[in-house]
């Protein structure tokens, strides 16, 4: 009888920590402003605003880093985009102590749309449109310090250099 009571609570707290894990990603924003609106890329990487601009039809300047997650791991669909990093014009963005690469914020851009990625060099200028997505974090992330948020993502659905 100990036995089984042992059983069903580990069970039941293996049950709870994984079912905690999952992320959930926040839905469409109902406060969306009107297309096309120019929102500083500082703003859509910033927590207490991300939320705002998800599913959103905005525009935006970043600064181009490098393409790819480098030695990141994203928790959104990718299949049929291209992954890039950014950051807001100017600024210079930390290094990873242990890749040395530069730490920045994902951009993901549907493949039909994303050759210019490959042209671009690090410090470019780029506006692009697009609205955020944002995955927030179940209690055990939370728990290991994620803050409630694992990922915000700018979904660009058009991007260009600026000249």
């Given at each position: 009888m100990r036995r089984n009571k042992i059983l069903l609570l580990l069970f039941t707290l293996v049950l709870l920590m994984t079912s905690s894990c999952v992320t959930t990603s926040v839905p469409k924003s109902s406060q969306?402003?009107?297309?096309?609106?120019?929102?500083p890329f500082a703003k859509l990487a910033t927590i207490g605003f991300a939320q705002d601009y998800v599913g959103c039809n905005i525009s935006t300047v970043a600064q181009f880093v490098a393409p790819?997650?480098?030695?990141?791991?994203?928790?959104?669909?990718?299949?049929?985009?291209?992954?890039?990093?950014?950051l807001p014009p100017g600024a210079t963005g930390e290094k990873n102590p242990l890749s040395g690469e530069i730490q920045a914020n994902f951009v993901v851009i549907p493949k039909e749309a994303g050759d210019l990625v490959f042209s671009l060099k690090a410090g470019d200028l780029i506006k692009m449109?697009?609205?955020?997505?944002?995955?927030?974090?179940?209690?055990?992330?939370?728990?290991?310090?994620?803050?409630?948020?694992?990922?915000?993502?700018?979904?660009a659905n058009t991007m260009e250099k600026v000249k």
């Open positions: 969306c402003p009107p297309p096309g609106t120019e929102v790819g997650t480098g030695a990141w791991v994203l928790s959104v669909p990718i299949d049929g985009k291209v992954v890039f990093r950014v449109t697009g609205g955020t997505y944002v995955k927030v974090a179940g209690t055990m992330g939370k728990l290991v310090g994620a803050g409630g948020y694992s990922d915000i993502v700018f979904m």
